[in-house]
């Protein structure tokens, strides 16, 4: 059996928690900001879950995480 290849994209935008679950960073935070309240962009600083329906996904392309 060949060793699987993690897909590099996807290592550098989740990270395991001590519960197994997948971490990401929410999106929409990169550019045109000025029409964005200060208290959208506070909680768009904050990491979230990924959630259940994507999870199988991400261990398939994720093997080693």
Known sequence: MPKLKTNRAAAKRFKKTGTGKLK????????????????????????????PSNVKNMKKILPYL
């Open 24 to 51: 990401r960073m929410k999106a929409y935070k990169s550019h045109i900001l000025t029409k964005k309240s200060a208290k959208r962009k506070r909680n768009l600083r904050q990491a979230a879950m990924t959630d």
